[in-house]
């Protein structure tokens, strides 16, 4: 069974960083786009950021670029978020999510991780 | 590109039939998905390519559409289709989301 596991949330203050992690497991993870998506307490999705499987492409929504880094380890079987410059607005559920059948279809998703950016 | 759903909310009574739509600001062929939320739990993949049903789907859920019009449609309502759907654009990122259609029953 696919297995996401999103941890490394927690309170942080406006313009600090933090780093988000997903461990995969059940399926050969550096054959599969990977993506970050997150929800706002009471809001809707939103999409932050996808990589390619190999990691040499990377999307960003505009929301966050310049700001996120995603970046992934085949080896280790883990996705990131690096997320530096934090604001209010980037309080959320951030879900990590594995690609279906068709590119940018999020077949598999994790239980999320809460980043919560407050002074 | 832009996704718009409607209705926003809508309450139905269990077996009836429920259409949600889904509108793209342009083209996006049929790289559509349509999520259900239920609350408290992360998102589950219903129909990918517009009308391609995940596996384990009740087969009462059924998607249509190219282009920029799409449909989700609920053939007869149970109560454990109380949720939250969503659509998705697949065809170039940002890979944008609808806003949301909370399904009451």
């Known amino acids: 069974d696919v297995q996401l596991l999103e941890t490394g949330g927690g309170l942080v203050q406006p313009g600090e960083s933090r780093r988000l992690s997903c461990a995969a497991s059940?399926?050969?993870?550096?054959?599969?786009?990977m993506s970050w998506v997150r929800q706002a307490p009471g809001k809707g999705l939103e999409w932050v950021s996808s990589?390619?499987?190999?990691?040499?492409?990377?999307y960003y929504a505009d929301s966050v670029k310049g700001r996120f880094t995603i970046s992934r380890d085949n080896s280790q079987n883990t996705l990131y978020l690096q997320m530096n410059s934090l604001r209010a607005e980037d309080t959320a559920l951030y879900y990590c999510?594995?690609?279906?059948?068709?590119?940018?279809?999020?077949?598999?998703w994790g239980q999320g991780t809460l980043v919560i950016v407050s002074s | 590109i832009q996704m718009t759903q409607s209705p926003s909310s809508l309450s139905a009574s269990v077996g009836d039939r429920v259409t949600i739509t889904c509108r793209a600001t342009e083209t996006i062929s049929s790289y559509l998905n349509w999520f259900q939320q239920k609350p408290g739990k992360a998102p589950r993949l219903l129909i990918s390519?517009?009308?391609i049903l995940q596996r384990g789907v009740p087969s009462r859920f059924s998607g249509s559409g190219s282009g920029t019009d799409f449909t989700l449609t609920i053939s007869s309502l149970q109560p454990e289709d109380s949720a939250t759907y969503y659509c998705?654009?697949?065809?170039?990122?940002?890979?944008?989301f609808g806003q949301g259609t909370k399904l009451e029953i």
């Open positions: 390519a517009a009308s």
């Open positions: 998705q654009q697949g065809y170039s990122p940002p890979c944008t």
């Open positions: 999510a594995k690609d279906g059948p068709l590119r940018f279809s999020f077949q598999n």
């Open positions: 990589i390619s499987g190999s990691g040499g492409s990377t």
């Open positions: 059940g399926f050969t993870f550096s054959s599969y786009v």
